[in-house]
């Protein structure tokens, strides 16, 4: 076996160290001339609210995590990561030969971001903290670099929060001008109803009613007085009518007049009849008939007898008093229809109010419903405005949730890539597999026998004799020459493969991160 393996390899050594050495050589210029890359990382705490949110509710809400990403989308635009370039130089053998966009692009590439949850709570895994890398050729600027890209984003959350602040704050704010001036104008509507419709409004129902009660008392009052008084007046106008009806002048002998006193008496039946019957009553008709035929009598004696002179009578002074009286009681009947005319006015409008109240009701309550809505939004929005501003002063103060640097990035000393020895390592150990590989296959395409044993396997004719291979003086040199020329060209094949790699690799950063471990 050894035997055999000594003949394998003086018969292809050249085969496998040709096939060894032209990768191998392309690995050795690449170690030799890939740049380093360093990496920097800072590491940026989430600080929570510093203010308890029983005094100040933030009006910035929503998941850390989605803020961070709308942040990160505001410093990997375009603008801000041309500025970063510009800023620092970066990238400057790429700049003549990659537009901008794919110069940002590369810079995208070249930033990590990875966030820490909170490792106490696996349940519901909260960001407390995340770490922004960045990764280029000159170690300063990686790190300078780095800690302007943590900057930027403890800035922008400021200002993100700051103008979410502000935003909710105006927004209420005119949310509670438009509210106010609805709330106005409904107050005026509410005014202007409690005016027009004063005295139906249904708070005022239960004054209606009393007011309508003690206008029936006093129309009770009126109406007893006044039935008063024209008893008065009757009796009045029956005196005056008795007084004015008896003879000028007594009798001889002082004696009163009979029809006279039958008159009266006739009277006063009357008036009693009439407090117990009505007027159709038969005794009532009779005797209002007698006292018709009794007065028709007077009449007409008074009418026979010759007319004297006026002159004063012991009766006239009774009939001045009757009289006065009698003009008293008109004025005061007078008095009390009038005031009963207006008593029935009042009652008709405290009714007529009262009727209209059920109406003024409903219209006051849907007028008051949505002034009351109106009124119960603008308390809401007075609330939140007022603790809108609080959240805006505590963020502009620096109070609320914010990002704090706390490992800053430092300028690394060891490159994070290439990892030239695990480089190499793996390039040795292809370049022997592609020897070996070369070696099996120049094997299976060579069809002749190199040992007796080989020929003696492959036929059963007997092999009697080997005669080894006689080369005359001309063949050795001419092989020879053969062998220096293939050498040079194999050596010349090699160092034009590493030369070429070297050159491939000298500075080229994006070869670097396609060839390192998560490189893109």
Known sequence: MLDRIVGLWRRRKWIAVLAFAAPASMVLGLVTSLPNIYRSTATILVERQQVPEAFVRPTVTGEVETRLQTITQEIFSRSSLEGLITRFNLY??????????????????????????????????????????????????????????????????????????????????????????????????????????????????????????????????????????????????????????????????????????????????????????????????????????????????????????????????????????????????????????????????????????????????????????????????????????LAEDMEQRQKGEQFKIVDPAIVSDRPAAPNRSRFLLTGLIFSLGLAAAAVVLAEQLDTSFHAIEELRTFTKIPVLVGIAGIAAHRDTVLRRRRFRLAAALAVLVVLLLAGGSHLAGRGNATLVAVLSPGGS
């Open 92 to 389: 400057p053998r790429l700049r003549a030969r990659l537009s901008t966009q794919n110069l940002v692009a590369r810079m995208r590439n070249d930033i990590i971001l990875v966030m820490k949850s909170d490792a106490a709570n696996p349940g519901n895994p909260k960001m407390v903290a995340f770490t922004i890398s960045y990764r280029g050729s000159d170690p300063a600027v990686v790190a300078e670099v780095t800690n302007t890209l943590a900057a930027l984003f403890i800035d922008e959350n400021l200002r993100v929060r700051s103008r979410q602040a502000t935003g909710t704050a105006n927004f209420l704010r005119t949310q509670l001008e438009e509210t106010t001036k609805q709330l106005d104008v409904q107050e005026r509507q509410v005014s202007d109803f409690n005016r027009r419709y004063m005295g139906e409004l249904p708070q005022q129902m239960t004054a209606n009613l009393a007011a309508i009660e003690q206008l029936g008392t006093q129309l009770r009052l009126n109406n007893d007085r006044q039935t008063l008084a024209l008893a008065r007046r009757e009796a009045l106008e029956r005196q005056l009518a008795d007084v004015e009806t008896a003879p000028a002048l007594a009798t001889a002998s002082g004696a009163p007049d009979t029809a006279v006193t039958r008159l009266a008496r006739l009277r006063n039946e009357l008036r009693e009849l009439r407090t117990q019957y009505t007027e159709k009553y038969p005794e009532v008709v009779r005797v209002k008939a007698e006292i018709a035929a009794l007065e028709r009598e007077q009449r007409e004696k008074k009418s026979d007898a010759p007319t004297e002179a006026a002159a004063p009578t012991p009766q006239d002074p009774a009939i001045r008093r009757l009289k006065a009286a009698l003009t008293e009681v008109d004025a005061e009947v007078k008095a009390l229809r009038k005031d009963e005319h207006r008593l029935q006015a009042a009652t008709a409008r405290y009714q007529a109010r009262a009727d209209n109240t059920p109406l003024r009701e409903q219209e006051f309550q849907e007028l008051s419903r949505n002034y009351q809505t109106t009124k119960d939004h603008y308390q809401s929005l007075l609330k939140r405005y007022q603790e809108a501003q």
